[in-house]
């Protein structure tokens, strides 16, 4: 009888508790079959509760309370997928993750612009002009995703003053980068203190490191794509973020039929820099001011078949007095804009469709020197494209496609009043590839791949296959070899921190494409279900790399090929990341060895050199500490070791020169003879996010860059006076802690 | 009285266990501040003396003296009769077409300067031919090799003026003969001497040198020091290409003299020059190199001496006087 009471009342007093409960029932798939994947885990992200599926794909997490949930859904190689939702009591909702294989494991990295703030990658990168004025004003943190991007391993900077990205031993100009399908030539605001992407404004960011996919061509090293994005899930969104430097904002929504997003960005240095200047600071830029935009509306035009087009704008203007002797005057703008059409032709076919257009403009110009120096450029892409995927069966997939585009690159220099340099080149080219996806077994993939392209003038032809063997032991490791020849059919020139002086330029007559051979291994192991270790090597060689000399003086009626320097590269290294995605401790520690080395005619005698960027060990960690009740620690730690300069070790003086008008001492020594000091620098913050009357987040950050006060040095400069005593200046990069404030508000 | 207490059950520490935790990673962070810069073990480059020598061969000019010294470390004063090298056997050949030695040159130390080193035969320098420097160390067992090509003659030609006013019309009209150097076309190198620099001559773009240098008076103040305003005295202009002038008709070129490379009013002579690639090659390269080492780091220049560096230039030169009036 005590039994059968002891039953009622505990029938009594969970059966009402439990017809409360709701239950998410769900089913993984594959994005590219369509089939279900058995053994994916299926986590509550904030609560220790998972699943896996079965062998049906799918799972069931029941005994839910009424709240908010945000799931999680991962397997090994593939990208991760995440839903956010909301259940009701009692409520039973369905959910399907579709999950898309990873291209390339350790070789692309996957994240979206908002995981890159929230993880403190973005936020904690700054920057500074020179002056110490401008160093103790805090605000110069604002969320930045290429400096984010520079905490993955493989990719390292030259300084903080710069937004440019070293990739795996290649210079910047070796980087492909994609906004939707427009490709973009100038990727910094303020002269590359900061990228040029909004980060409300970039739904996803990947980092091809290394043997990339065959739709994209034209790059020795990387390739970086960018999509607009994202638009809000349901209704509208809009978010608001303020900070002394740049403020931003962005609204999206969605309807049944499409969603749409617009989002600005402009700097707002304007009043401080007015009161600075008020108090007759020295250094300080005249002008200053920048601004972005982005745009994106996406319609569904019936089943299977969408259409999106974005637009993308920025106009940057800075004037900067250096000192007495020198005024730099910059303006430039870009443009792009992408339009793209997706259609489902039947259950094994997909087409995609695309056109695309950006254009660069700079007008740069040196005053105040004897010689006034004046930069034009302009870069103008249009380029269409098409390619159609056919999946036949679950162990096959092939993609055929093929792109045209057509580019205008002038560039005009003016000393005083004459021009030195004037080139205008128009090529047309068109890239035809072909890849295909084999799966013999469930645990084996085999990717191939060849890409054709044709640059007029010039009547150049290159073949750039690729190929990647991936296996899957166990579940939860991968295995990945990848090798492949790349070609690039223009150079970028330019000099760190000065990009509105940056020019582009072709391959044309005397001077070919460049090419490089390389081959990569990777390994990624979800050591547990929140903890993945990943670990890659790289080799690769460069050949008949190009770019102008700086150090012809007059470039009239020179031939094309005369205006660049040729020569040879190569670059090999390995990495480890270790990310921890879930918990109360969640973060980045990557590591990357690496060696890159160049070669030229003219310098140390044809010899190899290091390359400015190379750094034999780069190491990042950025972790994040909930602290509970919307409270969390964040901090960031880099060190890297020390990048090459070229110190004078010796020096003579001409004599008898007929043409000097006074002696200059000479300065011998072997170009990139000596390394600056190690970098090193730890950034703290503090966050607390909350709602506000439940109709609105915020999130308030601050910050200190630079804890330590640690002194990193940007370069050195050398100089003889009249007794021929050397001086030895060492212009640093942020030499005292800088704190930072910013406030987000998202409605 | 004490109770004895079970023991703890051992904690399992996994990697995940250990990253969980707030610690271990601070820890971690502290040790790699510490330790890694350890891995930078490179030391600063040390210097090695290198030889130099320098001489410039001007097409129709006797031949010229050439002088051999030793880099010296930064740090240190150059001196070039103290770091002269003597001792050497030095000589220039002049080649034929094939490059064997149609001519050979002997050199002998100039018994007044150290390391400068004066032609026996003061034979007169020819366009258009290859010279080749030799030079043998016998206290260091090196020998140096530089050779040269020499430009062509050419002149200023009649209807130079003699007399110009500051700053009217664009530039200063130089009508100049044909220049050829082989497989390219001329480069030119400007240059004015005044006799009679001061102060008071100065010309705005001359002031504004000085001003942008240092203020007038400060200048004027450190005179003492050597700042003095004869080092304006000689002023050259950037390389620039044939092709940056108008040809003339009749064969040649029209130099268009730059009112900004003239820095003092007054009696000025303008030295034309054309140079050979190993000059040019020198020139711009030490041009960037005098513009000092920014972001993008210090710049070598090119020298075209195997065993050594300086520089063992051809060059063609043709000068014209003119007065340079002030304006009204």
Redesign the interface.
Known sequence: MRKVLLVLLLALATGPARAQDATIRGVVVDSAQGAPMPGANVRLLDRPRGTATGQDGRFVLDGLAPGRYRLKCTFVGYRPARHTLTLEAGEKVSLRFVLAAREIVAEEVVVTGRRLEEAGLGGLGSATPETADLRAMPGLGQGDLFRGLRRLPGVSA??D?STDLHVRGGAPGHTLVRLDEATLFNTGHAMGLFSAFNPDAVDEVALHRGVYPTRYGGRLGSVLQLRTGPSAEDGVHGSLQGGLLASRIALSGSHPGGDWLVSGRRSTFEPMLRELSAREVDGLPRRFWFYDVNGRAAVRAGEGHRLEVSVFGTEDRLELPVN??LLFDAVYDQQAGTLRGTHRLGETVRARWHVAGSRYRSDARVH????PFARRVEVRSEAAGTELTHRPGPRLEWTIGGRVARRHYDVRDV????T?LDRRRRTIGGAAFLSTTLRPTARWTVDLGVRARHQRPGRFWRISPRARLSVRPWDRLRLELAAGRQHQFLTRTG????SAFDVWLPAGPGVGPARSDRATAGLEWE??D??RLELGGYARRMEGIFRLD?????????SYGELFLTGKGYAYGGEAA?R?EE???T?L?AYTWGRTERRYP???DFSYYPA?FDR??D?D?V?Q?RLGRGWALT?A?R?A??R???????????????????R????????????LA?Y?R?DLGLRKSGGLFGAARYRVDLQVINVLGHANV???????D?????RRTS?PQIPVPLPNLSVRLEL | MIESLPALPRPVRTLEHLLSRPLPPALLLALLVGVLPGCDTAGPPTHEPRYVVESYQVAGEPLAPVRLMRTVPVGRSFDARDDGVAGARVRVDLLAEGGSAARTYAYRPDPSTRGRYLPEDPDSVRPFRTYRLRVEIPDAETSLRARTTIPDTFRVLAGAPDTVTYRDGAHVPLPASKSRYPERRAIYLLNTRTAEPSLDRLTPTGRELVAGLESLSAFRDREDEGYTVGSLAGNEWPLTNAASYPSRSAGGRTITYPWEAVLFFGANRIEVHTVGDDLYDFIRTISVQKQGAGPAGYTNVIDHVRGGTGVFGGLARATHRVYVRRPE
């Open positions: 030259t300084t003053l007495a002797k105040r020197t004897r010689v000393h005083l009043e004459d030195r000099r760190p921190t000065l050591i547990t929140c903890l700086r150090r012809i003086p007059d470039a009239t009626g020179r270790l921890r918990g109360r401790l973060g520690i003219t310098i140390n400015a034999r060990h190491l960690a972790l500490l901090g730690y060190y070791s020390a090459p300069t070229t110190r004078p070790v010796g020096y003579y003086t001409l004599v008898d020169a007929p043409y000097q008008g006074h200059h001492a000479t300065f011998v020594a072997p170009r990139h003879n000596a390394r190690p090193r730890m940007w370069y050195r400069a050398y100089e003889v009249r007794s021929y005593e050397v212009m």
